[in-house]
């Protein structure tokens, strides 16, 4: 994933109860939110023109007035990014967030205990106004993507901690121990999720216009069983530190053509052909270990040629949840990426389209000012009975 955007609790937090975060339960609710506003506009007024056209500040308006129950059960699908603290306070104190997503902007030139007390003061906001502790996420696989280095430690890819073992054995060791140094830096701060482990299979091609995914980086192998097996020694390991793993990017993207950082693309494979191969580590991992999974944006043409795969009912209902068995969160990836911005309805289309379909978490990596049209468009479709 790619942030938009310019690139503090002290001490480890533990704040998953260990059977809720084995389970990973996720909530059944749907979606819709809120923001800082200010308008002449009354509610009534505001809602009397919600089919016409309304301006920025009136739907802020609208959010804003939104019951706070609803906004505290539909906020609980939403993580979000923020540039400057004060940015998620309004959106805290009305328990409309589900979950914060660190990447560099927040870490630059600060101490690692200064992003734990900025954390910490997120919770104390939230605390009585979510419906569940907060996820607080980051993208910190090591190599390419280490967002929050520095402060925190700065690691070699998984990639080749797994190319510079000599045998399996030496394998789980070093990435056990990966692991480790990744979980105590993360929890020490505040995270309980951490986007990683890549466990798509490194691509025979690389793809056009590869401009973000750069997925010969970061992909271990080519071998799924050995994706597989230091996956599930890397999300056990987190999981001792109450830090949730994700499997990303569901349906794999090694046979995917383009970067969905910058269009829609398409996963064109025989379904034997990525079931027997790029789907094994998700489906063999999810069943070894607590992890979460994310779901891109190609459009799987042999399930469903229509939708990016993070819209997908055919994909995240029918098959994730309903053939899979899976219960664990299911997570977009960033809907800020051209995949999604460029389809039909965008952001807000997506968000309805992702929740319908049985996601769990929505993820906007970038800061809340941006999102007024989002979370207006959940909160009617909410209202709708379309959401």
Excluded at 151 to 157: I, K, N, T
Excluded at 335 to 352: F, Q, V
Excluded at 356 to 364: E, K
Aim: aromatic share 8%; hydrophobic share 40%; glycine share 6%.
């Amino acid at each position: 994933m790619r942030e938009r955007g310019n690139e503090e609790r002290a001490g480890a937090v533990k704040i998953i109860p260990s059977v809720w975060f084995q389970r990973c339960v996720r909530s059944a609710i749907c979606v819709a939110s809120f923001l800082v506003v200010t308008s002449a506009f009354s509610p009534q007024a505001v809602a009397q023109k919600r089919d016409k056209k309304l301006s920025y500040s009136q739907m802020r308006q609208f959010v804003l007035e939104a019951p706070r129950e609803k906004l505290r059960r539909i906020g609980a699908h939403i993580v979000i990014g923020y540039d400057v603290a004060w940015q998620l306070t309004p959106f805290l104190e009305r328990g409309a967030i589900g979950g914060i997503y660190l990447t560099k902007r927040n870490a630059r030139h600060r101490k690692a205990d200064q992003i734990a007390r900025e954390i910490a003061k997120f919770r104390d906001l939230a605390s009585g106004n979510t419906e569940r502790p907060l996820w607080i996420s980051a993208d910190q696989e090591g190599g390419l993507v280490s967002r929050l280095s520095p402060p925190l430690p700065r690691q070699d890819s998984l990639k080749g901690v797994v190319l510079a073992a000599s045998d399996p054995k030496a394998r789980e060791q070093a990435v056990r121990t990966f692991a480790e140094i990744n979980a105590k830096a993360l929890s020490s701060i505040g995270v309980n999720i951490n986007f990683a482990p890549v466990v798509d299979l490194s691509p025979i091609r690389t793809m056009k216009r590869d401009k973000y995914t750069r997925l010969s980086e970061r992909a271990m192998s080519r071998d799924p069983g050995i994706v597989t097996y230091a996956a599930a020694t890397y999300c056990k390991t987190l999981a001792r530190f109450d830090v949730l793993c994700t499997l990303k990017h569901f349906p794999g993207l090694s046979k995917v053509r383009v970067d969905t950082h910058l269009a829609g693309a398409n996963l064109v494979s025989r379904r034997d052909d990525i079931e027997g191969q790029d789907w094994v580590p998700f489906r063999e991992v999810t069943e070894a270990a607590p992890s979460a999974m994310m779901i891109g944006h190609p459009r799987i043409i042999v399930l469903d040629p229509d939708n990016p795969a993070s819209t997908s009912t055919k994909v995240i209902n029918d098959l994730l949840r309903k053939e899979w068995g899976f219960e664990g969160l299911v997570i977009t990836d960033d809907l800020n990426m051209g995949a999604i911005k460029k389809r039909k309805g965008g952001m807000a289309k997506a968000a309805i389209d992702s929740l319908n379909a049985g996601a769990d978490i929505l993820l906007f990596t970038f800061d809340p000012s941006a999102l007024v049209p989002v979370y207006y468009a959940l909160l009617k479709a909410y209202d709708d009975g379309t959401l």
